[in-house]
C-alpha cells in the first residue's frame, strides 16, 4: 500500500500509447498464488477540436490460482487532464461508494421523495488533500490508503469469494493500522468539510471494518493474555475544532476496541465467567457497536474592565450514542417489516459516566482560573408522605359491668414518594482546567453503574443495580431517548466556568485544550444473561482560540 500514492502521481505522465496498462499488486498469499491488484488503463480519446484526450480507467482485480483474473470493481472514466487531480476523482469515487455501502441507518435510509443519490464534491475533496499536504504527503497518503482499504473491504464482504476477506485481513491488517494512525490530519480536516451527514456514515462505515479487524484478532490468539494489543492511535478516531463561538469535539470508537475496566488489574478476563456473553446472537451484536460523542461547548470572551477579559464556557449539548453496526437491509429481506425490530436491537452498551474538560494548554500561565459555577452535589431529598385514616362501626361490645359500648375499626394506611434523578452531574477543577462529569446511578438503588462490581469483582455490598437497569429504553423514568442515547444540554448544565486572561492577550490566538472520556456499560435489557462489563475511551485535542473580547456592557 506505501507505494500506491506514488503510483497514482505518476500515472497523468505515462505515454499516451493507444491502450496502455500499469498494475500494481496491494495483496497476496504467502504463496503468490492469490492477489489483489489495483491496475489502471489509460486511453487516448478523440473529442471534437479538443485535440485527444487521455481518460483513466481504474479497476480492482482479483488474480486466482489458474491465472484467470476476475474484475471486482470499476470506477469509470476519468480525465487525466482535468483541473481535478487523478488521485482526488479516484478518492471522491471511493468515498462516494463507501458511504453507501455504510451500515444501516434507520432515519437516513432509502431515498426519500426522490432525492438525487448524495455525491462529494471533488473540489472540496481536492481542497481537502491541498491542505493535507503542505504538512507532508504522509497524511494524504494514508487517507487515501484507508478509503481504498475501505472499498476493498466492503468488496471482500459482499462479492468477493469467501477466502478473500481472509486474505484481506492476513496481507492488509498491518496496513489498516498505519493508515490509521497516520491519516488523522487529512481525516479529521475532510469530516470538517463535508458535514456530519457524510461523517455519521463514513464513520460507521469504518467502524464496521475495525470490528470486523479486532475480532479476527480475537479469534486468532491462543489466550487474552497473549494477545498482542492494537496500538493505541487506532483505537479510536476523533477532533476538535472552534467555529461559529462553539468547541467541538467529535468522537468514535468501535465498543470492541474499548478498554475493558476491571475490577483488579492482575485478574485475567477469563478468569471472570460474566465478561464472555454465553449467548452467541448476544455476543456478536456487542461486538458490532460504536460509540459516537458529540459535544459542544460555547464560549464568550467578555471585556468587563480595563484590567482582563473573561473567558465564559458552558456546556451546549452533548451527545452520546452507541450505534449498531449492522449490514443495511432490503425491503424484500424484511418482508416490509421495520428492520429495528429485532430482539437483539435493545442489548447494547450504554453511557455509564462522562467526563469533559475544558481549559488553557498545559503548563500556560496567561490564564487564572477556573472559577466554578456549581457547588459540590449535596442534593435535597424530596419525600412526600401521605397518611389516610378511615374508621367503621362494627356493631357493639357489652362491657362485664352491663354497658354498652360502640364499637370502632380504623385502618390507617401511608405512602411515600421520592424524587431521584438518573444522572447526577457535578463540576471540579483540575490544574488549570474545568471538568464538568456525571455519573449514571441506577434509580431504584442509587448505585453507580460504572464503578459497580459483582462480589467476585471486588465491590461486595453494594446494591446490584442490574434489575433496576432493565428495560432502561422504556417508561417514564428512563435514563435515555428511544434511540438508545442521551441527550445532555442547557437544562441539567447551565452554570459556566470561567478564566481571566489580562488585557495585553487581546487579539491573540492561544491553544485550548478540550477532552472527554466516556464509560459505556452493558447488563441485560431484555434477554436473560449474566454478562455485565464496562469500558472507557479517552480523546484530547487542542484547538486555537482567538481571543476577541466583547464589551461587557453591550451583552
Known amino acids: 500500500m506505501d507505494d500506491v500514492w506514488q503510483w497514482l502521481i505518476s500515472l497523468p505522465s505515462l505515454p499516451g500509447k493507444p ?8 495483496a497476496a498469499s504467502p504463496d503468490r498464488t492469490t492477489s489483489i491488484a489495483l491496475q489502471a488503463d489509460c486511453i487516448p480519446s478523440v473529442e471534437g477540436d479538443e485535440g485527444e484526450k487521455t481518460l483513466v480507467d481504474f479497476s480492482l482485480a482479483l ?44 432515519c437516513m435510509s432509502g431515498n426519500h421523495g426522490g432525492l438525487p443519490e448524495p455525491k462529494l464534491d471533488e473540489e472540496v475533496v481536492a481542497g481537502v488533500f491541498d491542505m493535507a499536504e503542505t504538512d507532508g504527503t504522509a497524511p494524504a497518503a494514508s487517507f487515501f490508503s484507508l478509503a481504498l482499504l475501505l472499498r476493498l473491504f466492503w468488496l471482500c464482504a459482499c462479492e468477493a469469494p469467501g477466502d478473500t476477506g481472509f ?18 490530519p487529512a481525516l479529521g480536516q475532510l469530516l470538517c468539510s463535508v458535514g456530519p451527514d457524510v461523517e455519521q456514515q463514513f464513520m460507521r462505515s469504518l467502524g464496521y471494518m475495525f470490528a470486523k479487524l479486532c475480532l479476527l484478532r480475537e479469534m486468532q490468539a491462543e489466550s487474552a493474555a497473549r494477545q498482542t494489543a492494537l496500538p493505541a492511535a487506532c483505537l479510536s478516531l476523533s477532533y476538535a475544532t472552534e467555529v461559529h463561538g462553539l468547541l467541538i469535539l467529535k468522537g468514535y470508537a468501535p465498543v470492541i476496541a474499548m478498554y475493558r475496566v476491571t475490577s483488579a488489574a492482575w485478574t485475567p478476563i477469563a478468569a471472570l465467567p460474566h465478561e464472555a456473553p454465553e449467548e452467541p446472537a448476544l455476543r456478536y451484536g456487542l461486538a458490532h457497536q460504536q460509540l459516537e460523542v458529540v459535544a459542544h461547548l460555547e464560549y464568550a470572551i467578555c471585556a468587563r474592565n480595563k484590567r482582563f477579559m473573561t473567558i465564559s464556557v458552558r456546556v451546549d449539548n452533548v451527545r452520546v450514542r452507541v450505534a449498531r453496526l449492522g449490514l443495511r437491509k432490503d425491503e424484500t429481506d424484511t418482508g416490509g417489516e421495520d428492520v429495528d425490530d429485532d430482539a437483539m436491537d435493545s442489548e447494547r452498551h450504554f453511557p455509564s459516566r ?25 442534593p435535597e431529598r424530596h419525600v412526600e408522605m ?15 359491668n352491663g354497658v354498652v359500648l360502640p364499637r370502632v375499626k380504623a385502618k390507617m394506611r401511608s405512602s411515600a414518594r421520592r424524587c431521584n434523578r438518573s444522572w447526577r452531574w457535578e463540576q471540579e477543577a483540575e490544574g488549570s482546567a474545568g471538568v464538568f462529569e456525571g455519573v449514571l446511578c441506577d434509580p431504584v438503588t442509587g448505585t453507580e453503574i460504572a464503578s ?25 423514568g428512563r435514563a435515555f431517548t428511544k434511540m438508545w442515547g442521551l441527550v445532555v444540554a442547557g437544562d441539567d448544565l447551565p452554570e459556566e466556568v470561567t478564566w481571566r486572561v489580562g488585557m495585553e492577550a487581546e ?49
Open 63 to 106: 488474480n486466482g490460482t489458474n491465472g484467470g483474473v476476475r474484475v471486482l470493481w470499476t470506477s469509470g472514466r476519468f480525465a487525466a487532464a482535468s483541473s481535478v487531480a487523478l488521485r482526488c476523482q479516484l478518492l471522491a469515487r471511493l468515498l462516494d461508494e463507501v458511504i453507501m455501502l455504510s451500515p444501516f441507518i434507520p
Open 452 to 476: 459497580w462490581r459483582d462480589s467476585n469483582g471486588g465491590t461486595a455490598g453494594a446494591a446490584d443495580p442490574r434489575n433496576g437497569m432493565r428495560r432502561r429504553y422504556g417508561g417514564p
Open 354 to 378: 462522562l467526563r469533559l474538560w475544558v481549559g488553557p494548554r498545559f503548563g500556560a500561565s496567561y490564564a487564572t482560573g477556573p472559577s466554578l459555577g456549581r457547588s459540590t452535589g449535596n
Open 507 to 555: 487579539g491573540r490566538t492561544v491553544p485550548w485544550r478540550v477532552g472527554l472520556k466516556a464509560w459505556v456499560s452493558y447488563m441485560p435489557n431484555g434477554v436473560r444473561s449474566r454478562h455485565f462489563e464496562t469500558r472507557c475511551i479517552e480523546w484530547a485535542h487542542e484547538v486555537e482560540l482567538p481571543l476577541v473580547a466583547v464589551n461587557g456592557e453591550d451583552l
Open 386 to 400: 401521605t397518611r389516610t385514616v378511615r374508621g367503621t362501626f362494627a356493631g357493639t361490645t357489652k362491657l362485664a
Open 19 to 26: 491502450s496502455s496498462q500499469t498494475i500494481v499488486v496491494l
Open 167 to 184: 486474505l484481506f485481513f492476513q496481507a492488509l491488517g498491518a496496513d489498516i493500522e498505519r493508515a490509521l494512525g497516520n491519516c488523522r
